[in-house]
């Protein structure tokens, strides 16, 4: 299990991961934050990306915020950060 901390946009233009802002992953998503949308967003687009179920990835922390803490099971902390490429803050 490992957690990574987000920082999220919703209502953007385009989806995706934007990259690393200190140690949080910045990301876009299309959906805007009402009624659990861009929370689910968020969670389908990283599960899309490192190739999990959805129901390995949980929000922890901060479900009506931009900054969020989701928890990865499945994964290691080292799998996390290959997975989410070399920009990722050790």
Do not use: C, F, Y
């Not at 190739?51 to 990865?72: E, H, N, Q, Y």
């Amino acid at each position: 299990m490992a957690r990574l901390k987000l920082h999220v946009t919703p209502g953007a233009r385009q989806e995706g991961i934007v990259g690393w802002r200190g140690q949080s992953l910045r990301l876009k998503v299309r959906a805007r934050p009402e009624k659990g949308r861009a929370n689910e967003a968020v969670i389908r687009l990283l599960a899309s990306h490192l190739g999990l179920p959805r129901a390995s990835l949980s929000i922890v922390r901060g479900a009506t915020s931009r900054d969020k803490l989701v928890k990865v099971d499945g994964l290691s902390g080292d799998q996390l950060r290959t997975l989410l490429g070399p920009s990722t803050p050790q």
